[in-house]
């Protein structure tokens, strides 16, 4: 299978390349030629994009940390939409990316309401329209989910180009399980909804991983170790950036860390599993108990099973006796 990218791309590409010394050698016969970069473009130029909406994944930190598949979409699609648009109009530039009479349209939080019929009318009348975010995926704690739910919704083409992830970077550093994981974003701001949010998430069965601001780390952090106990984690802050920083170590420890002062740069905390306790008969009973008052016997048996680790078959046939006597 060949992969054909704009001219634009490849002339990105080989900047980039050139600058940090990634094509030396190949001399004169390098495809970033300019005669075989306009012929590229001269033929690309004439492949439009089909319309829908394209998903595109951006840097969240090292710059070249974008796909050419991202350069490409970017390049050639009808319009723009970003979460921040001054960011993405400084990634476009560093990356050669033409606007080419395009003007990047604002999609937030503030204006997603007002946003979104505009942008799905587009669409609509045939155009093809990439949304990225702040910074990573699209759809990961960004407010591009009902855009594209509704575009779904509409029967409208929707398309990933996926790439760069704090989530996923983040689990690959800490050095924590990653067989089964759990994004839980951001924690709330107050701290008695912070506190339940904690405790639904502390019987979950994996690792957990939260998105957090720098002044809110060391609270949640000292929360976390009041919900979870002293469990394993890390702290992954400024992801591929040139002061990248991953702290691993108990909850205890990295509460007292960060309850100093707040630290430069976002944070992904990532926090191993509850270690495996095997329930006791008078436990599962009491935990039954308390579900069946409020849930039928496959309802509280599935939730028991979840927060105590016990099989579902046990726990499905002793709610039954129980509720039987």
């Given at each position: 299978?060949s992969?054909?990218?704009?001219g634009?791309?490849?002339?990105?590409?080989?900047?980039?390349?050139?600058?940090?010394?990634?094509?030396?050698?190949?001399?004169?016969?390098?495809?970033?030629?300019?005669?075989?970069?306009?012929?590229?473009?001269?033929k690309?130029?004439?492949?439009?994009?089909?319309?829908g909406?394209?998903?595109?994944?951006?840097?969240?930190?090292?710059?070249?940390?974008?796909?050419?598949?991202?350069?490409?979409?970017?390049?050639?699609?009808?319009?723009?939409?970003a979460?921040d648009?001054r960011?993405?109009?400084?990634l476009?530039?560093?990356?050669?990316?033409?606007?080419?009479?395009?003007?990047i349209?604002?999609?937030?939080?503030?204006?997603?309401?007002?946003?979104?019929?505009?942008?799905?009318?587009?669409?609509?009348?045939?155009?093809?329209?990439?949304?990225?975010?702040?910074a990573?995926?699209?759809?990961?704690?960004?407010?591009?989910?009902?855009?594209?739910a509704?575009?779904?919704?509409?029967?409208?083409?929707?398309?990933?180009?996926?790439?760069?992830?704090?989530?996923?970077?983040a689990?690959?550093?800490a050095?924590?399980?990653?067989?089964?994981?759990?994004?839980?974003g951001?924690?709330p701001?107050?701290?008695?909804?912070?506190?339940?949010?904690?405790?639904?998430?502390?019987?979950?069965?994996?690792?957990?991983?939260?998105?957090?601001?720098?002044?809110?780390?060391?609270?949640?952090?000292?929360?976390?170790?009041?919900?979870?106990?002293?469990?394993?984690?890390?702290?992954?802050?400024?992801?591929?950036k040139?002061?990248?920083?991953?702290?691993?170590?108990?909850?205890?420890?990295?509460?007292?860390?960060?309850?100093?002062?707040?630290p430069?740069?976002?944070?992904?905390?990532?926090?191993?599993?509850?270690?495996?306790?095997?329930?006791?008969?008078?436990?599962?009973?009491?935990?039954?108990?308390?579900?069946?008052?409020?849930?039928?016997?496959?309802?509280?048996?599935?939730?028991?099973?979840?927060?105590?680790?016990?099989?579902?078959?046990?726990?499905?046939?002793?709610?039954?006796?129980?509720?039987?006597d």
């Amino acid at each position: 299978m060949s992969v054909r990218f704009s001219g634009a791309v490849w002339r990105a590409a080989c900047l980039f390349g050139r600058k940090r010394g990634f094509l030396r050698g190949f001399g004169s016969t390098s495809r970033c030629r300019t005669g075989s970069l306009t012929g590229m473009a001269e033929k690309e130029n004439q492949a439009a994009l089909p319309a829908g909406l394209y998903l595109v994944a951006t840097p969240i930190g090292h710059a070249a940390d974008i796909t050419l598949r991202a350069l490409d979409l970017l390049t050639r699609a009808d319009g723009l939409a970003a979460e921040d648009t001054r960011r993405t109009r400084t990634l476009l530039d560093l990356h050669a990316v033409p606007l080419a009479g395009r003007r990047i349209e604002a999609y937030h939080d503030h204006n997603a309401a007002a946003q979104r019929p505009r942008l799905l009318a587009r669409i609509a009348a045939g155009e093809a329209l990439v949304y990225v975010s702040d910074a990573g995926t699209p759809l990961v704690a960004d407010p591009g989910y009902r855009l594209a739910a509704e575009a779904i919704a509409a029967g409208m083409r929707v398309v990933a180009a996926p790439g760069a992830s704090a989530l996923l970077a983040a689990l690959t550093v800490a050095g924590l399980p990653t067989d089964r994981f759990f994004f839980a974003g951001f924690p709330p701001v107050k701290s008695g909804a912070r506190a339940r949010f904690l405790t639904e998430c502390a019987a979950v069965p994996s690792t957990l991983v939260f998105y957090e601001s720098p002044h809110r780390l060391g609270e949640s952090l000292a929360a976390m170790r009041i919900a979870f106990g002293d469990r394993p984690a890390a702290v992954c802050r400024e992801l591929t950036k040139k002061f990248e920083e991953t702290v691993r170590a108990p909850l205890s420890e990295l509460a007292l860390r960060y309850a100093a002062g707040p630290p430069k740069g976002e944070s992904v905390v990532v926090v191993g599993p509850p270690e495996a306790v095997e329930a006791s008969a008078e436990d599962l009973d009491q935990a039954l108990r308390t579900a069946l008052l409020h849930a039928s016997v496959r309802d509280a048996a599935a939730e028991v099973a979840a927060r105590l680790g016990v099989p579902r078959k046990r726990a499905y046939a002793r709610a039954l006796s129980l509720e039987r006597d």
